[in-house]
C-alpha cells in the first residue's frame, strides 16, 4: 500500500543537533507533502507541509526541502529538543498514503 | 484552530461484541473523512474514505461487510467494527479535512481491545 519511501526509521539525535528524515514517493500526481508528527497514544499533528511549486518552506526550526525531479523531500529539525522526541509520518496526498514513520529521540 | 474529535478513546469488550467509533468534525465541515487503522510502532494504514452521503470506499483488503462506515452528515462519521474478534484489536484513527489536498486533522485515536 505505501506509495511513499521514508527513512530512516529510527534516528537519534544529541539536543541541538539536527534532524534529518527523507522521504521518496511515487506518484507525480501527488501534490501536497505534509509531515506530521505523533506522540504515544495520540493521534498524528500537522508539523509542516509544501506544495511542489517550492523547493524550500521553513516554519521556526523546521524546513521542508522538496526536489521535484527526483521525487523526493525531507524534513530538517535544527536545533533539536527533546520535545522533538516523537514519531514523524511524511505523506503524500491526493492519495493519503504514509511513509512507515522514523521514530526520533533527542537526547539531552 | 481545526480540530477533529474521536470517540471513544479506549473501546475493552467481549469477542462478538460490535463496537462503534464516532469522528467529529467540530469547526468545519467535512465531505470527505479518512479511517486509518495503526498497529504497534507501525504506520497508518489507510482503511477506507467515508464520503458524506455515499458509500464509503475501502481499500483493498479491508472487509466492508467488518468495518462498517456511515457518514450521514458534513461533521461526523461513525466506524462500526462487527462482531469484533481479538485479531480487530489496534488504535483506530480517523481524519478530515477541508479537500482532500489540505492539511488533515486527525483524532487522538480509538485504542480498541477485544478480549
Known amino acids: ?108 | 484552530g481545526a480540530v477533529v474529535s474521536q470517540h471513544p478513546s479506549w473501546v475493552i469488550c467481549k469477542s462478538g461484541t460490535s463496537v462503534k467509533i464516532e469522528c467529529r468534525s467540530l469547526d468545519f465541515q467535512a465531505t470527505t473523512m479518512f479511517w486509518y487503522r495503526q498497529f504497534p510502532k507501525q504506520s497508518l494504514m489507510l482503511m477506507a474514505t467515508s464520503n458524506e452521503g455515499s458509500k464509503a470506499t475501502y481499500e483493498q483488503g479491508v472487509e466492508k461487510d467488518k468495518f462498517l462506515i456511515n457518514h450521514a452528515s458534513l461533521t461526523l462519521s461513525t466506524l462500526t467494527v462487527t462482531s469484533a474478534h481479538p485479531e480487530d484489536s489496534s488504535f483506530y484513527i480517523c481524519s478530515a479535512g477541508e479537500g482532500v489536498n489540505q492539511p488533515q486533522h486527525f483524532g487522538d485515536g480509538t485504542r480498541l481491545s477485544i478480549l
Open chain 1, 1 to 108: 500500500q505505501q506509495q511513499v519511501k521514508q527513512s530512516p526509521q529510527s534516528l537519534i539525535v544529541q539536543k541541538g543537533g539536527i534532524s534529518i528524515i527523507n522521504c521518496a514517493y511515487e506518484n507525480t500526481a501527488f501534490d501536497y507533502f505534509p509531515w506530521y508528527q505523533q506522540f504515544p497514544g495520540k493521534g498524528p499533528a500537522l508539523l509542516i507541509a509544501i506544495r511542489p511549486d517550492v523547493s524550500e518552506k521553513k516554519e521556526g526550526r523546521f524546513t521542508i526541502s522538496f526536489n521535484k525531479s527526483a521525487k523526493q523531500f525531507s524534513l530538517h529539525i535544527m536545533d533539536s529538543q527533546p520535545g522533538d522526541s516523537a514519531t514523524y509520518f511524511c505523506a503524500a496526498h491526493n492519495d493519503m498514503r504514509f511513509g512507515a514513520g522514523t521514530r526520533l529521540t533527542v537526547k539531552p
